[in-house]
């Protein structure tokens, strides 16, 4: 079955340090993969996606995102954390049907 | 497009008593998608549905949980009876089924059954 396990549920950065927020996914098929952010008391919201194409994924809010198909991993990271970036993040993988199963969650702290 | 719909955002009910969330989805989207967000089990899907067909519904709690979509704008989700452990966030999310399934989220419904 395919599955999406993300590492850490809770990360803290100082604003202006690297963020770094691990997925690492299990499919036996070549994945649709996203990253989906949600702020307090908001709905998820679409951050990037992988589709087969470049495995270096660019999305909002300068975040981005690398497909390594030997590795399974699709880590998500910002080169400079702000202070607005703090919120949840999820990973998902698209599986048949079109449903998203999606990681546990990793909160992100940024500390001024 | 003014995104997934979500009604109402709030919702305090008491125990015993019937509730029924809305959601309308973005227009276009063929396929809809329920969850459940606790702080104790995370982001659950409870059920979705393609082409207005309910295809997977193996999250559904309960009985008390029935979902339902007439048509292809209009989706409810009803607890009954509802129970204080059915509080939680309730998401609706919708997508274009086969073009990179990307799903767009509602805002949410909050529900505290007291």
């Known amino acids: 079955a395919q599955s999406v396990t993300q590492l850490g549920s809770h990360v803290s950065v100082s604003e202006g340090a690297l963020v770094l927020l691990r997925c690492n996914y299990s499919s036996s098929v070549p994945p649709y993969l996203f990253w989906y952010v949600q702020y307090p008391n908001q709905g998820l919201q679409l951050l990037l996606k992988?589709?087969?194409?470049?495995?270096l994924v660019k999305g909002i809010n300068g975040f981005e995102a690398e497909f390594k198909k030997s590795e399974t991993s699709f880590h998500l990271t910002k080169p400079s954390a702000h202070m607005s970036d703090a919120a949840e993040y999820f990973c998902?993988?698209?599986?048949?049907?079109?449903?998203?199963?999606f990681g546990q969650g990793t909160e992100l702290s940024v500390k001024p | 497009d003014a995104g997934v719909i979500q009604s109402p955002r709030h919702e305090v009910t008491e125990m015993g008593q019937e509730v029924t969330l809305r959601c309308k989805p973005i227009s276009g989207h063929n396929s809809l998608f329920w969850y459940r967000q606790t702080m104790m089990r995370g982001l659950e899907l409870l059920i979705y549905?393609?082409?207005?067909?309910?295809?997977?519904d193996s999250g559904m709690p309960e009985d008390r949980f029935s979902a339902k979509m007439p048509n292809a704008s209009f989706s409810t989700l009803k607890i009954q009876p509802s129970e204080p452990r059915d509080s939680a966030v309730y998401f609706c999310a919708s997508s274009f089924w086969g073009h990179e399934n990307i799903q767009y989220f509602g805002a949410g419904t909050r529900l505290s059954v007291l």
């Open positions: 998902a993988v698209s599986v048949e049907g079109g449903k998203l199963i």
């Open positions: 549905f393609n082409n207005n067909v309910p295809i997977d």
């Open positions: 992988y589709t087969s194409a470049a495995t």
